[in-house]
């Protein structure tokens, strides 16, 4: 099973690649299908709080069946979650998961908005979300997003009413869309904002319920529905070749760091929306009743629409350009429009339209994916008309230049105009990297003080080309960003956003430096040159009670992109002690000390980002026994790195390994998290491990999922997983056995080992287990009874049965001593010397 979806996913990231990286073209059935689009008025926000919440069924019906302008607000971009396709997690995975709603987005034909809200991880009511959130930032965000998009039409997916039965985030998302939908109209509510945009009054308010939140079909089949409108979303769309749930099921595909591949669905399908605010609906099924959503609707929209509905409806599939004198009459009325939206959003569309029907084609490539500010790039500009229309190149004009040049040039019908441009990247340019990111973030929330960002997906494009056009005798300014264009033998024609770097960046090799005792380490510096020749020094920031040697080191790189390696000798105190390392590098009396991450998947852009250069250095109190540890891989987790920083041989056991033989040498064996759910060969090699144990063995097992076990013999004993959790990184932890040897070999655990715990207490906790498990812990959430299935122990044999839901795989990464401290005694368990039993 586990394989099959591997293969799913490579094969679906597969044929969207190209997709990914491409600008955009548009064949005959696109045009027509963009010009249906353009003859509607009419608008639908959906809101929901994570990547992936999205019902991309309704978003895809909307945008393609009903032809709505359609966007999706996310209220986070999904940092809290895991990353089953590589190693980013935090604010990269929520970099990779923009993306992904963005690489969404072009396969369902929705836009896509954010608010600077956080995904802090899990939380069980929105009493407590709202609390972490900045309440009032993220409905102002939500308001915002309502003025500047005008919806006709909101739909949340998820129901207010159900506080505390699902992620709270779900329902903060459903109560602030309701909160937002009473005063987007109010301009004396977020004020500030009216500089940049309207107030705008959405006409109605939807809930996209579903038979699930009635418990059964049954149950939602006799419900009273005349508050509720409802869509076939199975409908076919003969010029896509595809169904509306295919082409949904395609676009949620695109979740891949979430596992989300899945099968698409053919046939008809009904999807429910329940009346929440706004007029009542009088008949049918039509979301905008009321609304003129025809070219009507906006004064001076008539003479277009007649233009434009004679287009529709007499689309010439052959030769889509033979419209073009009607679009580009209907492209000069729509300029003395005076609604300032829908001309804004209209010309937008109609442009693109006119684009395509001439096979225009402009590009401007940079000779480098990357440049630093002040350096010099060549851009090669490629300028073609593939029609028979009359289209002159007047002028272009480079963001980066004050002034444009003049061309004065005809286009003639399929004759390609290359021509190259020097630049200079300016030296104030901001550097290419996720605006929310700039400034450091809280927990709850991204520090984004720019209005104008505010709610974009992702930071403009910095260098661009505006080419000032005569298209048939009207002018016409299409804009295109830089891009760097580069072929693979292995995989053909590839794109690259192009991105301003600083001259220089600097990285450590972890983000966490464990240091077991006072001796020192050796840490290896990164230095990676963003333009040629860099020469300068690097030194080292750190906590005041340590020592790093020596006090600077000279760098000079020569070629951009190459990079040196130098090493510096940190010596810690004795005593126990944590800070922070900072490498920064100075050239010519300026300081650099942000690190450069690229993030490159085929399914979403070539990513950059810059974030501080720093690492934690943690000095530990700790004492452990035992020397060989094995590591049997689950859903991944940094385990294996962690205990090798404090000292541990960790060998990764694969699942064909698991043999009696083959674990003998072991002093403790762990299991990675949601191993059981996912590792389908456990089934067959429990019982070794179980024997192991037995022998006199110590088997550590960390969290699963309550749902999905693949054994029945999960313990040596009964033991029944549940979705107890304490998602309050401070909740107070009790020692329910202060006596018990784990909590008192080698190191004696107290209270204090469970302070700076970050993002919760653990997860899916034992709620039933046999009498020969012993407790060790308790801990509850605000409100809630005590859970007492954190950390489980059990003899069995000659060994120790250790079973814990308590979140080590995030307490790791993040360089918790008193994680480390704990979880050495688990390593040890059984290790203590008869001498020191008796004392
Ligand atoms: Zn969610």
Redesign the pocket.
Same mark, same amino acid.
């Given at each position: 099973m586990h394989q099959l979806r591997l293969c799913l996913l490579l094969a679906i990231s597969t044929i969207f690649s190209l997709q990914a990286q491409q600008p955009k073209t548009y064949n005959a059935s696109e045009i027509y299908e963009a010009v249906q689009k353009l003859n509607v008025l009419g608008s639908v926000l959906y809101v929901?709080? &994570?990547p992936?919440?999205e019902n991309t069924r309704l978003i895809s019906y909307m945008s393609n069946e009903v032809k709505a302008r359609t966007a999706y607000l996310s209220l986070t971009r999904g940092d809290g979650g895991q990353n089953l396709i590589g190693p980013e997690i935090r604010e990269l995975l929520g970099v990779i998961r923009t993306q992904e709603l963005l690489a969404a987005r072009r396969v369902d034909g929705g836009e896509q908005m954010f608010s600077r809200a956080n995904d802090f991880g899990y939380s069980k009511h929105p009493d407590e979300t709202l609390e972490i959130w900045n309440k009032d930032e993220v409905l102002a965000d939500v308001v915002w997003a309502i003025r500047k998009f005008k919806p006709d039409v909101i739909i949340n997916r998820f129901d207010h009413r159900r506080a505390g039965q699902t &992620?709270g985030?779900?329902t903060a998302s459903a109560t602030l869309s309701m909160e937002a939908f009473d005063i987007a109209n109010d301009a004396s509510k977020y004020a500030s904002q009216l500089e940049l945009t309207e107030t705008w009054q959405p006409k109605r308010l939807f809930y996209n319920t579903s038979w699930w939140r009635y418990g059964s079909q049954e149950k939602f089949d006799k419900l009273d529905k005349s508050n509720m409108l409802n869509f076939d979303v199975g409908v076919f769309y003969p010029s896509k070749g595809m169904s509306n749930n295919e082409v949904a099921a395609l676009a949620s595909s695109q979740h891949l760091c979430q596992g989300f591949g899945r099968l698409s669905q053919r046939g008809t399908q009904q999807e429910y929306i329940e009346l929440l605010k706004g007029e009542p609906i009088s008949e049918g099924n039509n979301v905008f009743e009321g609304i003129d959503v025809s070219w009507n609707r906006i004064e001076g929209g008539e003479a277009i629409g007649t233009i434009l509905n004679s287009v529709e409806t007499n689309f010439n599939f052959k030769n889509p350009a033979s419209h073009l004198p009607e679009l580009l009459e209907a492209y000069k009325l729509l300029q003395s429009i005076k609604d300032k939206h829908w001309k804004t959003v209209k010309t937008k569309e109609l442009k693109t339209i006119i684009e395509a029907c001439t096979g225009l084609y402009l590009e401007v490539s940079a000779n480098t994916p990357t440049a630093a500010p002040n350096s010099e790039v060549k851009l090669n500009m490629e300028v073609l008309n593939r029609s028979t229309v009359s289209i002159d190149l007047v002028s272009y004009k480079l963001s980066t230049l004050e002034s444009g040049n003049a061309k004065n040039m005809t286009l003639s019908s399929n004759q390609k105009l290359n021509f190259e441009e020097g630049i200079t990247i300016p030296n104030n340019s901001n550097y290419t990297t996720p605006y929310w990111l700039n400034t450091k973030s809280t927990l709850g929330m991204y520090n984004v003080k720019d209005q104008s960002l505010i709610g974009l997906p992702e930071t403009p494009r910095a260098v661009f080309v505006a080419f000032n056009l005569l298209v048939d005798g009207t002018p016409l300014t299409i804009t295109k960003p830089v891009i760097y264009r580069y072929s693979k033998p292995d995989k053909g024609e590839l794109y690259r956003p192009f991105e301003i770097v600083p001259i220089v960046s600097a990285s450590l090799g972890h983000e966490v430096y464990i240091f077991e005792n006072d001796h020192q380490k050796e840490i290896e510096v990164t230095v990676k040159a963003g333009k040629d020749n860099v020469e300068g020094f690097v030194q080292m920031a750190y906590p005041k009670d340590w020592q790093v040697f020596p006090q600077k080191q000279k760098i000079d790189i020569a070629s951009k992109g190459d990079i040196q390696n130098v090493i510096f000798t940190v010596i810690p105190p004795k005593h126990q002690s944590e800070g922070l390392l900072t490498p920064m590098v100075n050239i010519d009396g300026e300081f650099y000390t942000d690190k450069i991450i690229e993030i490159d998947y085929a399914h979403i852009p070539f990513q950059t980002v810059l974030m501080p250069s720093e690492s934690k250095v943690v000095r530990l109190n700790i004492e452990k026994e035992g020397s060989n540890i094995g590591y049997i891989e689950g859903a991944g987790d940094v385990v294996p790195e962690s205990l090798r920083q404090i000292g541990y041989n960790v060998t990764i056991i694969k699942p064909e390994q698991i043999s009696p033989e083959n674990l003998d040498d072991f002093d403790a064996i762990v299991v990675g998290i949601r191993a059981y759910n996912i590792v389908d060969d456990l089934v067959f090699k429990q019982r070794f491990l179980l024997d192991y144990v037995k022998e006199g063995g110590n088997l550590i097992i960390q969290y699963n999922t309550s749902r999905g076990v693949k054994v029945d013999n999960l313990a040596p004993y009964d033991l029944q997983l549940s979705r107890d959790r304490v998602t309050d990184e401070n909740a107070v932890v009790r020692i329910l056995e202060p006596n018990h040897p784990i909590l008192n070999f080698p190191n004696k655990i107290g209270v204090q080992d469970f302070n700076g715990w970050v993002q919760e207490r653990g997860l899916y906790f034992p709620n039933q287990w046999a009498k020969e498990f012993t407790p060790l812990l308790a801990a509850n959430d605000k409100g809630e009874n005590s859970k007492e299935g954190a950390l489980l122990v059990a003899k069995y044999g000659e060994g120790n049965y250790i079973y814990t839901g308590l979140s080590f795989f995030r307490e790791f990464p993040a360089g918790v001593p008193g994680a480390f401290r704990l979880f050495a005694n688990l390593l040890s368990a059984g290790k203590q010397k008869e001498s020191t039993l008796k004392n």
């Amino acid at each position: 099973m586990h394989q099959l979806r591997l293969c799913l996913l490579l094969a679906i990231s597969t044929i969207f690649s190209l997709q990914a990286q491409q600008p955009k073209t548009y064949n005959a059935s696109e045009i027509y299908e963009a010009v249906q689009k353009l003859n509607v008025l009419g608008s639908v926000l959906y809101v929901a709080a &994570h990547p992936d919440d999205e019902n991309t069924r309704l978003i895809s019906y909307m945008s393609n069946e009903v032809k709505a302008r359609t966007a999706y607000l996310s209220l986070t971009r999904g940092d809290g979650g895991q990353n089953l396709i590589g190693p980013e997690i935090r604010e990269l995975l929520g970099v990779i998961r923009t993306q992904e709603l963005l690489a969404a987005r072009r396969v369902d034909g929705g836009e896509q908005m954010f608010s600077r809200a956080n995904d802090f991880g899990y939380s069980k009511h929105p009493d407590e979300t709202l609390e972490i959130w900045n309440k009032d930032e993220v409905l102002a965000d939500v308001v915002w997003a309502i003025r500047k998009f005008k919806p006709d039409v909101i739909i949340n997916r998820f129901d207010h009413r159900r506080a505390g039965q699902t &992620h709270g985030h779900h329902t903060a998302s459903a109560t602030l869309s309701m909160e937002a939908f009473d005063i987007a109209n109010d301009a004396s509510k977020y004020a500030s904002q009216l500089e940049l945009t309207e107030t705008w009054q959405p006409k109605r308010l939807f809930y996209n319920t579903s038979w699930w939140r009635y418990g059964s079909q049954e149950k939602f089949d006799k419900l009273d529905k005349s508050n509720m409108l409802n869509f076939d979303v199975g409908v076919f769309y003969p010029s896509k070749g595809m169904s509306n749930n295919e082409v949904a099921a395609l676009a949620s595909s695109q979740h891949l760091c979430q596992g989300f591949g899945r099968l698409s669905q053919r046939g008809t399908q009904q999807e429910y929306i329940e009346l929440l605010k706004g007029e009542p609906i009088s008949e049918g099924n039509n979301v905008f009743e009321g609304i003129d959503v025809s070219w009507n609707r906006i004064e001076g929209g008539e003479a277009i629409g007649t233009i434009l509905n004679s287009v529709e409806t007499n689309f010439n599939f052959k030769n889509p350009a033979s419209h073009l004198p009607e679009l580009l009459e209907a492209y000069k009325l729509l300029q003395s429009i005076k609604d300032k939206h829908w001309k804004t959003v209209k010309t937008k569309e109609l442009k693109t339209i006119i684009e395509a029907c001439t096979g225009l084609y402009l590009e401007v490539s940079a000779n480098t994916p990357t440049a630093a500010p002040n350096s010099e790039v060549k851009l090669n500009m490629e300028v073609l008309n593939r029609s028979t229309v009359s289209i002159d190149l007047v002028s272009y004009k480079l963001s980066t230049l004050e002034s444009g040049n003049a061309k004065n040039m005809t286009l003639s019908s399929n004759q390609k105009l290359n021509f190259e441009e020097g630049i200079t990247i300016p030296n104030n340019s901001n550097y290419t990297t996720p605006y929310w990111l700039n400034t450091k973030s809280t927990l709850g929330m991204y520090n984004v003080k720019d209005q104008s960002l505010i709610g974009l997906p992702e930071t403009p494009r910095a260098v661009f080309v505006a080419f000032n056009l005569l298209v048939d005798g009207t002018p016409l300014t299409i804009t295109k960003p830089v891009i760097y264009r580069y072929s693979k033998p292995d995989k053909g024609e590839l794109y690259r956003p192009f991105e301003i770097v600083p001259i220089v960046s600097a990285s450590l090799g972890h983000e966490v430096y464990i240091f077991e005792n006072d001796h020192q380490k050796e840490i290896e510096v990164t230095v990676k040159a963003g333009k040629d020749n860099v020469e300068g020094f690097v030194q080292m920031a750190y906590p005041k009670d340590w020592q790093v040697f020596p006090q600077k080191q000279k760098i000079d790189i020569a070629s951009k992109g190459d990079i040196q390696n130098v090493i510096f000798t940190v010596i810690p105190p004795k005593h126990q002690s944590e800070g922070l390392l900072t490498p920064m590098v100075n050239i010519d009396g300026e300081f650099y000390t942000d690190k450069i991450i690229e993030i490159d998947y085929a399914h979403i852009p070539f990513q950059t980002v810059l974030m501080p250069s720093e690492s934690k250095v943690v000095r530990l109190n700790i004492e452990k026994e035992g020397s060989n540890i094995g590591y049997i891989e689950g859903a991944g987790d940094v385990v294996p790195e962690s205990l090798r920083q404090i000292g541990y041989n960790v060998t990764i056991i694969k699942p064909e390994q698991i043999s009696p033989e083959n674990l003998d040498d072991f002093d403790a064996i762990v299991v990675g998290i949601r191993a059981y759910n996912i590792v389908d060969d456990l089934v067959f090699k429990q019982r070794f491990l179980l024997d192991y144990v037995k022998e006199g063995g110590n088997l550590i097992i960390q969290y699963n999922t309550s749902r999905g076990v693949k054994v029945d013999n999960l313990a040596p004993y009964d033991l029944q997983l549940s979705r107890d959790r304490v998602t309050d990184e401070n909740a107070v932890v009790r020692i329910l056995e202060p006596n018990h040897p784990i909590l008192n070999f080698p190191n004696k655990i107290g209270v204090q080992d469970f302070n700076g715990w970050v993002q919760e207490r653990g997860l899916y906790f034992p709620n039933q287990w046999a009498k020969e498990f012993t407790p060790l812990l308790a801990a509850n959430d605000k409100g809630e009874n005590s859970k007492e299935g954190a950390l489980l122990v059990a003899k069995y044999g000659e060994g120790n049965y250790i079973y814990t839901g308590l979140s080590f795989f995030r307490e790791f990464p993040a360089g918790v001593p008193g994680a480390f401290r704990l979880f050495a005694n688990l390593l040890s368990a059984g290790k203590q010397k008869e001498s020191t039993l008796k004392n």
